[in-house]
């Protein structure tokens, strides 16, 4: 079973038949590879309208170009629908992965967002935990307050007791009441 | 996997499907423990972890708000909750500290403490103890500088401290707390509940510098404390207490009240006591000197009653104003009644102005018990007013007796034979004052307008208000006249009833109103038990009554009524 599978990925040591590409039925009645497709086309063997291959096909234009034990392990692994490989067309890898990310960008965009989102969370709830502790801090500071006030309300209360007064006024000062006779009684209109 | 070759064995490495099994289902097995461990403990038990976490990170936060404040009619404070610490000690950290046995620091704390350092060092030289009472108040700006001496070996909490800037003025009306911070006594336990604060309780969740980071949610709703304001005016008040404790201090007396109050109104203006207490001073705290003697103490008013029997009698005509009275000494029961003032004939003016004794007995003896006894009631006599002061005192007037003896019904009219208080008598004198309009006295400032009531016949009222007038400008309350003011009122010397009868104690009152034309205050004086020589309700309360209500009347810019 593995041997006929590996049939998939052969190795082309000679140019393959035009004809049988252009047929798009092989003879032994298989897919072209993509190898064999990417071979050709690179020949220029493939008349122009070649360019125009299906989009599925475009898609699997992933050639396998790792050591040929690998490669052939591959095959036998996976069914030849996607192959994975370190170069692209001979292109370089990061903008293979732009391409990638361009292809997918709403799913990418969502993890950005899913990911600001997320950050966003974690700041805002720092925030709220610094506005409480700070909201504490200040009923804290407020009853702090309270009680300051209290104490100096009781201090003053007592300089300012009525009869401490009176008797340091008459005292002190030599202060006194005046009798009632001795008041003028001014009547406003 | 790749990496891996097959049973192929074209690598380097030969693993059996076998061995590849085992080692999978190890994995697997470990994993699958790991995860349904996991399950278990965080989805399907998650208690403990959630205990264990809040005890960590989750508080109680206890706040206990002041108890009200008691302020007087112009806002200044009776009583005020002022914040301090209690402080105690953990022995066993003092000595963890180097702080037991440094002496140096330790007459430090026991200067911050105000205690003997000797004494302060065997209370914490057991340091297996972890527990030890060193201080109930401490002014918290002490209490900074106590801690960075003594470290977690101090203990220092919240706590408030009731204090009493007018002291002994108030002491009897305004009342003290216990231990607990509870009411016993005067406003303070009448009101104990509207003013009591509740501490509230809260659950936060804390980071580990103590920040509080989250508001879970309030276990018990706190309540700041209501503040009361009563309706004595402390100028008044704590004139009227010194005047009185003088003249008690001067007559050598065993006590006495005085009662102010305002007649348009009926809030109660001063309320003084003596003697009296310093609330501030717990250590010389005597029962006997803590209750409000002016409510909850009962006398027999005496002479100060008259006015309400003759009211009784005139009322339903069996008197009036031109009758003349034999006024001569008469015996009832084998008893002898007199008077301290002889005259032989007179009407009821002038047994009002004289206090007569013997004329008041044969009025009261004409109409009988009950019809006093109900216009007694009517001024409010033998039921509690509205004060709403603890402890006070309904008085009695034996309505309900059966047997009334002849000497009984003839003394019942210069007032023996019935107790009252001294608040109940100044609410009667405030309704003659207002034409016989009873308003219920209030020993809170109120706003609303009082509850009155017409309880006599006005014209009676104003033609006794004219007798009782000459009482202090011709009669026996001479000494409570006061110049450019016409003041009416009413002497008292009643005996003080003892086991077996009475003795030689006397109780002596003066109950009067001022200015005569347009009647604002009403006060009663009363003084029990004056030894040093005069015992006469006129010399020895009158004078206190005189300087007492001018410095009302000046006080309130009352104009003077007389040219």
Redesign the interface.
Known sequence: MQMQQSTALKHYDEEPKLEELKRGEPANAREPTIAELEKARIKGKIHPGAEDEPAKLKERIVSISISPE?AD??AM?RPARVEYSFKNNGKSLVPCIFAEILRNLDVYALIVVMTLLAMFKIYQVHE???M??AV??VSIGN?NL???W??L??QR??LS???LI?EQAAQKLEMF?????E?I?I?LP | MSLLKNAKGNGNLQISYFRIGIIWSVLILLMGFLITRLLWIQVLHPDRLIAEGNARVVRNYHYEPARGLITDRNGKILAISVPVKTVDADPKRLHENAVADDPKKLSEIAGILDMDPRELAEKIKDPTKRFVHLKHYLEVSKAGKLQALGGNGIILNDSYRRFYPTGAANANLVGILNGEGEGIYGVEQSFNSYLTAVASTSVARKDRYNHIIENLGVIKEGAAGGNLMLSIDNRLQSFAYQKLDEAVKLNNAQSGTAVLIDVRTGEVLALANSPSFDPNDRNHFDVANARNRAVSDIFEPGSTMKPVVALAALEGKDVDWNEVFDTRPFIVDGKMVRDSHAMSQGTLADIIKYSSNTGMAHIALRIGPMRIMSMMERFGFGSKTQSGLIGESSGKLNANRRFWSEIDKATLGFGYGVAVTNLQLASAYATLASGGIKTEVSILRSSKAPVRTQVVSGDEVFRMQNALETVVAEGTGGKAAIDRYRVAGKTGTAKIAQAGGYGNDYMSTFAGYAPFLNPRFALVVVISSPKAGSIYGGTVSGPVFREVMSRALQLYNVPPDKP
């Open positions: 690998l392990d591959y692994k709220t935990r610094s409480t502790a504490n801090e009853a309270q009680k300051e209290l104490s309300l009781a209360q007592s007791e009525h009869s009176r009441q005046p009798k009632t006779e008041e009684v009547r």
